[in-house]
């Protein structure tokens, strides 16, 4: 095992897809939705957005294009987090449930925000119960996978420690019996970079708690 490489999740992780919906959204149809409910983990839960026609889901998705995916925002304090585990000697790969086309673009988007990043892995979204990212976190071989859906821990193998953001909890799909494949839950990725250290790879838990309209190349975690 690869004993200093942290394999991290991008959307929910280190960039707020959310925001970049929201821009999407306004590119597309020339208003930016007004905010619903700030703690919703799906995006068209979070934003007054009306439900869209064939039409119109074929006019929203021309705008999750390459521009879209090398401009998402960072979540505040992810750039630092990502420091702090690169200054302890850790090695950090992105897996994100993205198709390949759209890879270098993502990269683009990590290093335009400064993150300590040099490699995405592109996985896809094929359906199915395993996690689409299961055989990259198995190549890679990576100490921890942080995450923040649940169910890309299905069939991760069980040496890697799991770490799972308990981010936007209305209507989170971050519940049931399948919370005890994570091995750790925390608030962002910078209570993970603090907690990390403390947890030294062990597999223990910290005590905090825990759409039709789909744009191409968007794991279901950003869409119902």
Known sequence: MARDLIALDADGVLLDFHLGYA???QRAFGEAPRERDPLAYWPMDRWEVTRLDEPGRAHFRRHFD??????????????DACQRLHDA???LVCVSALDSEHEAARLRNLRAHGFPIERVIATGNAAGQRSPKADAIAAL???AFVDDY???FRGVPSG??????MRALTD???????LSDAHSMHVDLADFATAWPAEGGAHATTDHPGSPDLPPSTSPKNVR
């Open 141 to 143: 071989a990576p100490r």
């Open 160 to 165: 890697v420690h799991r770490a799972l953001i």
């Open 66 to 79: 390459n521009h879209f995916w090398s401009t998402v925002p960072a979540i505040e304090g992810a750039v």
């Open 172 to 178: 989170t799909p971050n519940a049931g019996a399948e």
């Open 150 to 152: 649940l169910p890309y």
């Open 89 to 91: 000697g850790h090695l």
């Open 23 to 25: 821009g999407a959204w």
